[in-house]
């Protein structure tokens, strides 16, 4: 027999079609038509979010070595990324600033600085690229000495003090024309506090999109050498950022950022994490959203670099993976390459 066992081994006997009785699930994937009209779920370019990393002075751009192919820009070089973003259908871009380390004190002051980088930037990307959504970081991390999202008395990250510089820091974002607060803190009552700040500010239509279930995850490393926090960080996030192994607890944080007033609730890191955006999803129903963080992202490269993967093939598998798990959209490194990506493909 060309299968190369004897006529008499149990394996001829083996009546494969009567196992099956017609039902085939290889039918529907044969050709290439037909594996598209059976497709379940695709990945778009309005389902991208671009983070961006601004840097001081003109015309400036400095590589990030954790991060291949990602560059702190600064403003200038910031506006004609979101001119490229505008060009390719990229939605939305989400700044996050290197804050000079000499700007960097205890209280995170020079987040509240009306003319900081961040709002600079947001001001220089809204007169440019109007039609562009500007998603603005709400913590304190990039602007303090220490390295951490809060106000710091002794070991203790204050809660409630901390809230009140992060409504303050959303206000003067919001006046330089960010249309979404993004807080990434994970202080207890953000989002509500926010939300009453922005709203008696006159800002009630400018979105917050909840960082709602954010893990103290190994996966930041890369980020944390792009805004350089990696070597001030004092200690770590545990006692604000979620325990990888709770699942029920980002269920109750999503219910409190909802009813605090979340437009839109993500989940960070992602793929490590996308039973939490299906879960969320499948039970709030609202627009959830996935960071597919600078560790998910640099793994792809540092593997694709080695020649191990496909680097195109496994960001876009990757990116579709949250589309699966239910995710409305991704904020990813990948971002201009996958749109550019789809637009050579014609979709
Ligand atoms: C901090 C912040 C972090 C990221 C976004 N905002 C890192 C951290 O919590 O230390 C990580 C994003 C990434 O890794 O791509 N507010």
Redesign the pocket.
Known sequence: MTQGHSDDHPASHVDVARILQGRRMRRNRRTDWSRRLVRENRISTDDLIW?LFILEGQNQRHPIASMPEVERLSVDLAVAAAERAARLGIPALAL?PYTDPDLRDEHGSEALNADNLICRACRAIKQAVPDIGLIT?V?L?PYTSHGH?GLLDGDEILNDATVRRLVHQAIVQAEAGSDVIAP??MMDGRVGAIREGLDHAGFHNVQIMAYTA?YASA??G???DAVG?NKTLRGD?RTY?MDPANTLEALREAELDIAEGADMIMV?PGMPYLDIVFRLKDQFGVPTFA?Q???E?SMIHAAARNGWIDLDRAMLESLLAFKRAGADGILTYFAPRVAELLAGQGS
């Open positions: 983070p996050f970081d913590a991390d999202d990434s803190d954010k996966f930041y890369p980020f944390r926090t996030k950022q960070k960071y963080v600078s560790g992202y």
